[in-house]
């Protein structure tokens, strides 16, 4: 460029100026050049690859995997946060979301802990195939359910339904360990005692530290069981914690939970911005929503075709990103939970329904975006892919 040119740039003088005195003084920013994108891979990987280092049992039906990074660091994360695993399965490549549930202050290893689903597709390969030395993929840590001392105060309640355990032991490892300056009431729900995952841990952590307490709530007691049972309604919730005034509310659970737990919260008055809850996957069954179109059959199976002429056929009841990773199409995926838009297609024709806990952006909705995997076809579909 001429130097005329460059003269009339606005900033010009000034930049030729600086950088004439880096010279000087053998400053030489162009060797700068890359580390920052070097160091936004590092914070937020797009893939890690991590091997299985051990394998902690932790009830008859969950355990815990150790995973340690293949090389190289292992992100840093927010208590509560989750990653998303990949696995190929019969041929199926598929993935699905882990909370971590090891404490962000260690950094050596992320801690998933998997609890089976009877015929689970996945958690049953991660239980009964995967080996200490396999490396698996995943994404880097995601999700937005973690504590953040400008808005959540120090008084905090955290109610838990079976595996939804795990984004709170991280939290409470991180608090216990760091000795932070919060005060934690867990209460954790379970089908039986047998169920209950960490209550070892989480009864010897609460007679360690005074600002740590833990309840265990059975739905389904033999006659023998002498603690607290039922469900976690809005007397038992009172009735350990004593008053909701000051608090903030941290939910993780299945969907059933949230349905019961959270008029319950607002039965006592606690206002929706003191309580906080974790997506944790879809409805087992969408079709019971009220909202399901009831002409359609959840058995009823639908054509889809792709941008490139490609047909598959996709059932009702499953979201369409199962039946695009069934048909071996791939589309990138976190959540899997309708919350952060990586599985987003265009819908070109036909019609979808939305698991009542997708978050579709209203821009999203308004160009005819839909979240594949929260996305079920009730009718032919042609997307964009
Ligand atoms: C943010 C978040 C955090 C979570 N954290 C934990 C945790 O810490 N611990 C834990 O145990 N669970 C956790 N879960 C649940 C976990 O992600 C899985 O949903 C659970 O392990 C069940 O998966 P599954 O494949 O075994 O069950 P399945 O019921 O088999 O799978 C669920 C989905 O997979 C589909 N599917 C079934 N078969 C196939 C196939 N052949 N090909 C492709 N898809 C298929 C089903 O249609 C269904 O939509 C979390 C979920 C979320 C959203
Ligand atoms: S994978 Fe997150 S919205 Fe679908």
Redesign the pocket.
């Known amino acids: 460029m001429k130097t005329e040119v460059r003269k009339s740039i606005e900033g010009y003088s000034q930049i030729a100026h600086e950088l004439e005195i880096c010279r000087k003084y053998g400053i030489d920013y162009t060797a700068q050049k890359g580390r920052w994108k070097a160091a936004v891979e590092r914070l937020h990987p797009k893939r890690l690859q991590l091997r299985v280092a051990k394998i902690i049992p932790e009830t008859p039906t ?1 355990s815990t995997l150790r995973l340690v990074p293949v090389s190289g660091y292992l992100p840093p994360f927010q208590a509560g946060q ?1 990653i998303n695993l990949f696995a190929e ?2 041929g ?1 490549r ?1 993935g ?4 971590i ?1 090891s404490p962000p202050n260690q950094i050596a290893y992320y801690d ?6 009877p ?6 390969y991660l239980l009964d195939q995967v080996k200490v030395g396999d490396i698996l993929e995943s994404t880097g840590p995601a ?1 937005q ?1 973690y504590y953040n001392p400008l808005i959540h105060g120090k008084d905090l309640v955290f109610l838990a339904g079976g ?1 939804g355990i ?2 709170f032991m991280s939290m409470i490892r991180e608090a216990t360990d760091r000795m932070l300056d919060r005060k934690i009431h867990l209460i954790y729900g379970c089908r039986t005692p047998q169920d209950a995952i960490f209550h070892n841990e989480l009864l010897s952590l609460a007679a360690d530290y005074s600002n740590f307490s833990y309840d265990l709530v059975i739905s389904e007691p033999d006659s023998s069981y002498e603690g607290l049972t039922g469900f976690i309604d809005g007397n038992l919730i009172l009735s350990r914690i004593g008053s909701v005034e000051g608090k903030t509310f941290f939910i993780c659970g299945p969907q059933e939970m949230y349905d019961f737990t959270i008029p319950e919260l607002k039965k006592l008055g606690v206002p929706d911005r003191r309580i906080r809850r ?5 409805p087992k069954q969408v079709y019971n929503d009220p909202a399901w179109p009831q002409e359609v059959s959840p058995q009823a199976v639908f054509k889809v075709k792709l941008s490139s002429g490609r047909e598959i056929s996709a059932r009702a009841d ?2 369409l990103l ?1 039946s695009l ?2 048909a071996g199409i791939t589309v990138e995926n976190c ?3 309708g919350e952060c838009s990586l599985c987003r297609v265009k819908l070109l024709k036909g019609q979808v329904f939305h698991a009542r806990t997708a978050k579709l952006r209203q821009s999203d909705h308004q160009a005819g975006y839909i979240h594949s995997c929260a996305a079920y076809p009730i009718s032919d579909v042609e997307i964009l892919l």
């Open positions: 969950a989750y399965i019969n199926v598929t699905r979301p882990y909370s549930s998933i802990t998997v609890r089976r689903v015929d689970g597709f996945v958690s049953s999700g359910f595996s795990t984004p974790e997506v944790f996957g879809l499953e979201p199962v990773e069934r959540c899997r939970s």
